[in-house]
């Protein structure tokens, strides 16, 4: 069968990173392994159109990766397809959907919506609509939705809508056990010339030199402002050996220069991270590629044993979710981490020679003038390398939503393309919770960070200041001035998607 996966566009109003979509490198991999031909369309770095990629390749199966705020182009997306290859089944997957299937299934361009991780749903779809195919040579999409032939039952995981109208939710499926038995992401799919860098994360290397990587899946918190509609509570992990397995493949046939872990949480199992670090060095993959911790670790569990192992094993940079200078806004969150917990792992880090992360979130419920206040205080006491300060956005699926919806609380955006949080902009506002105090503090927080005389001295003598100078100028601009429109990529965007209802 052909199959074809997309990443629909997205621009984030800052300046970000991009790799390929690990997700969709996964998918890809799994339909590469079933046999089929594989094509990735990642609206980020295409510069043909939808319409005329799909003209060309003749999917049967068309598979879409979506966030929150690309669901609209995601739908936009299944439409041009439907445009052009009307029988070609459409299957949306991600975060957003696995947290409000039904709201995708009820769409006409959307055939089925894949709900938490979907190597192996994915697959299930494949098997049996190349069953069906084979069986019918008349085979017409619309035999899918038929209530009487419910086709579609037998695979797990999935929410359809039927002719009659009705939304079918079959059961859940389990949650990859054995990460082990994945195959590796597949980048043969993606044109990796394409794609910058893991920046902000890292300092700049060439293009295309940066990978993701997940170690481990899942996360046992559930913090009341964390969408886990994908990643199960259960937290699985990979052999050492075969994430070394996978540094080696990285490294050695695509030429990476820079790692980066998007794990939840990758030191619930400190044994086996300090074990990663030890095999890293032992098959001299420290000196190949440098790596950092996109993602939080628990605080709780980071001591300086373990991260001095790390850095030796070319660990660059490693990050703790802060979230809040305030004890009982920290409570209130279930982060299960305390203040002291998290000053002793940054001194951890400090203590071995590791650049650190620490991220804070303006506007969490309850937060006053007097609690933000307490966060930019925290965040300038800890001094991380980098502070990354987010507006509190409440994802569908989270226990902060719920709480806004439940407690009188008032969402500020309708649009789902609006859910992002690096732009400056209150997404809700409850009770002292202002949208006013959230815009003012957050941008008091930039500046107050990084506007101190001794971060100015260090920010001009970090070589990567002068190698990225036009990137260092355009993100303090953004400190100073903070952007007030959206730039003309994400106005063309929101322009396009205008005609698809939220
Ligand atoms: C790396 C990362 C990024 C990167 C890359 C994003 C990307 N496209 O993957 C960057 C920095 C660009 C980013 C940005 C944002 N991110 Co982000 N990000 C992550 C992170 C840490 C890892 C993503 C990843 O690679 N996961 C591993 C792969 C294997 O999982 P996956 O991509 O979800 O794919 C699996 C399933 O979702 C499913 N699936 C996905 N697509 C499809 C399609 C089909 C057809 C099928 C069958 C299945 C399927 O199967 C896949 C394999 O199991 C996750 C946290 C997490 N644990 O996943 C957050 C996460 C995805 N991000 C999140 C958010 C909120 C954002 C931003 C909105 C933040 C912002 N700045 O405002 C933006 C949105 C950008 C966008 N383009 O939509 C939320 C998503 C919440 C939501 N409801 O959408 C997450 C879950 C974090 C969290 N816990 O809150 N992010
Ligand atoms: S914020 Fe981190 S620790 Fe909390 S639930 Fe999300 S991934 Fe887990």
């Known amino acids: 069968m052909r199959v074809l996966l997309i990443n629909p566009r997205f621009h984030l109003p800052i300046d970000t990173r991009t790799t ?22 990642d609206q980020d770095v295409e510069d043909e159109k ?14 879409i990766g979506t966030n929150t705020p690309q669901v609209k ?31 995708s ?8 919506v894949a709900r938490g991780e979907g190597e192996d749903t994915w697959i299930d779809i494949s098997n049996h609509l190349e069953q069906w195919k084979a069986g019918n040579p008349n085979f017409k999409v619309q035999d899918l939705h038929d209530p009487q032939q419910k086709m579609l039952d037998k695979i797990l995981g999935i929410t359809y809508m039927t002719t009659a109208g009705k939304l079918r939710h079959t059961h859940e499926r389990p949650s990859v056990a054995d990460l082990d038995a994945l195959p590796f992401p597949a980048y043969k799919y993606f044109k990796m010339d394409r794609y910058s860098s893991l920046q902000p994360a890292m300092d700049a290397i060439d293009k295309g030199k940066s990978f993701s990587m997940m170690t481990s899946r899942g996360c046992p918190y559930r913090c009341t402002f964390c969408s886990q509609s994908v990643m199960a509570e259960k937290w699985r992990a990979r052999s ?17 220069q820079e790692i980066g872990l998007l794990d939840d949480s990758a030191n619930i199992d400190r044994k086996r991270l300090y074990r990663l670090s030890e095999l890293l060095i032992q098959e001299g993959l420290h000196t190949k590629a440098q790596w950092v911790m996109i993602n939080g670790i628990r605080a709780n569990l980071a ?31 279930d982060k299960r981490v305390t203040h002291d917990q998290i000053r002793q792992a940054f001194k951890n880090a400090r203590k071995v020679g590791m650049e650190t992360v620490g991220f804070f979130i303006i506007g969490l419920p309850g937060d006053t003038e ?38 009188g609380g008032r969402m500020l955006v309708k649009d789902w393309q609006d859910y992002v949080f690096f732009e400056g902009k209150a997404r809700y506002e ?31 003598m970090r070589e990567s200041t002068w190698k990225n100078f036009p990137r260092t100028v355009s993100m303090a601009m953004k400190i100073v001035l903070p952007k007030k429109t959206k730039d003309d990529k994400v106005k063309q965007m929101i322009e396009e998607t205008q005609q698809v209802a939220c």
């Open 240 to 256: 050492p050996e075969s994430v070394i397995a996978e540094w080696k493949h990285l490294v050695e046939d695509y030429g990476a």
């Open 370 to 407: 007097e609690t933000m206040e307490k966060t930019i205080k925290f965040a300038c006491d800890l001094d991380p390398l980098v502070a990354n300060f987010s507006m509190m956005t409440p994802y569908p699926g989270t226990k902060v939503w719920e709480q806004v919806h439940r407690n």
């Open 105 to 112: 299934a009820a769409r006409p361009e959307i055939d089925m």
């Open 50 to 63: 939808l319409t005329d990629f799909v003209r060309r390749f003749q999917p049967d199966l068309v598979g």
């Open 430 to 460: 409850m009770g002292p919770t202002t949208a006013e105090l959230q815009e003012r503090k957050w941008k008091e927080a930039y500046r107050r960070f990084y506007l101190r005389p001794h971060r100015i001295a260090q920010t001009l």
């Open 73 to 103: 182009q995601g739908w936009l997306c299944a439409r041009e397809v439907k445009s052009v290859l009307p029988n070609a089944v459409t299957v949306q997957g991600g975060p957003h959907v696995s947290a409000l299937p039904e709201e």
């Open 20 to 41: 390929p979509h690990l997700g969709i490198a996964y998918l890809a991999a799994m339909s590469e392994r079933r046999g089929d031909e594989v094509a990735v369309f």
């Open 303 to 333: 001591d300086t044993e373990l991260l001095g192992k790390m850095k030796e094993a070319g660990c660059k940079r490693v990050a703790f979710g802060v979230e809040t200078g305030d004890e009982d806004i920290l409570e209130s969150i």
